[in-house]
């Protein structure tokens, strides 16, 4: 049977093309245009549907969240209605952080902030603190190391001496120890950020400082009741401003843990509340300014002040994944300085 034959039939099986002229003409038209249309169009129609769907496709280090709207190489918007980005913190070098909680993270590929207090690294049993060998295998495993002092003490009661030792001396410590660069420390309570001493001393060794508390940072300090709407530092009358790369502030995950007594379906409603938090800002802005960042400590089932119990952990990271947020590290923060404000690396 010629091909000529088989069309034939197979348009005599679809009697509604006899009754239908209209949709006969509309058929035979589109396939004509189909022939004439130059390649330049078809190409542009065939571009176009998959730049759509890459918009929805989740972030890889080819397809970033970023959109190319850059100014000091970097950006905060994201693309297609994606504003939903939240940072996790582990502080307190507390050993559960490598046994338990980052086989949680590796499920769901998170990385997370791990912050370091170097005088509480490794413990006679090796089963308390975290040791090098488990820092050093968390950095190579692309998860971010940043400091948080020599000795975990209120900086706001130290000389300038004793201060430098506990921020440079960090530094200089984790360094030694094999940990790449760290730029950006954790003020212990975080109850530091209107100290102009200890801001201008962690100013001279880290670009950035995990330092006070909020239920979500914005990227141009432009969300909270201090009226700011950019990042600088200090005002033009040499005053501290409220919100700035050194007081970028969490959201304690602990302090749920102790007010509802380890009662995980409260404190799951409440870890819920606030990584959604940001979204209408960010949605009204069209692009990422408002990130939750959520501070953990010890991940255990131990059911004291500085622990989150393992099966809320795990929920909570299923959540998250689950529902299309992009977990970044405080590192990915960068700071453009001709509008003093910060951005997500790329």
């Known amino acids: 049977m010629t091909d000529m034959s088989k069309v034939s039939i197979q348009f005599q099986n679809f009697k509604w093309f006899k009754y239908n002229p209209k949709i006969v003409f509309s058929v ?29 496709d989740p972030i890889t280090k080819t397809n970033p969240i970023y959109n190319n ?47 370091i207090t170097c005088n509480y690294v490794g413990d006679q049993a090796q089963t308390q603190r975290l040791n090098w060998n488990d820092i050093l295998s968390l950095q190579q495993d692309g998860q971010d190391i940043e400091s948080k002092g020599m000795s975990h003490v209120d900086l706001n009661n130290l000389s300038p001496k004793e201060l430098d030792f506990e921020i440079n001396g960090s530094k200089q410590c984790l360094e030694n120890h ?53 990042c600088r530092t200090y005002t033009v009358n040499d005053m501290l401003t409220y919100a700035n790369r050194y007081s970028i502030r969490e959201t304690s995950h602990n302090s749920w843990d102790q007010s509802y007594s380890h009662n995980d379906q409260i404190i799951f409603q ?20 408002a990130i939750p960042i959520i501070a953990y400590h010890g991940i255990d089932n131990n059911g004291d002040a500085s622990s989150t119990d393992i ?36």
């Not at 100013?203 to 300090?221: E, H, I, Q, T, W």
């Open 69 to 115: 709207s850059k100014t000091d190489g970097h950006s905060n918007t994201v693309v297609g209605n994606s504003t939903k980005v939240v940072i996790l913190t582990f502080g307190d070098t507390i050993k559960s952080q490598f046994t338990t909680a980052k086989p949680i993270l590796d499920q769901y590929g998170f990385k997370a902030s791990f912050f």
């Open 311 to 346: 099966t809320l952990f795990a929920r909570e990271m299923k959540y998250l994944y689950d529902n299309g947020f992009k977990v970044i590290s405080m590192s990915h923060l960068g700071y453009d300085e001709s509008t003093n404000s910060m951005n997500i690396r790329q």
């Open 28 to 56: 035979i038209l589109v396939l004509s245009v189909s022939f004439l249309l130059p390649n330049s169009f078809s190409s542009y129609l065939l571009g176009s549907s998959q730049s759509l769907i890459s918009h929805h």
């Open 270 to 289: 409440k870890f819920v509340g606030a990584v959604n938090s940001g979204i209408n800002f960010n949605n009204k802005k069209g692009a990422v300014d």
């Open 178 to 230: 094999g940990i790449n660069s760290p730029n950006i420390f954790a003020v212990v309570h975080g109850d530091a950020w209107s100290n102009p001493l200890v801001v201008d001393t962690i100013s001279k060794y880290y670009g950035y400082a995990d330092n006070g508390f909020a239920s979500s940072m914005f990227l141009r300090c432009d969300g909270y009741n201090s009226k700011q709407t950019d």
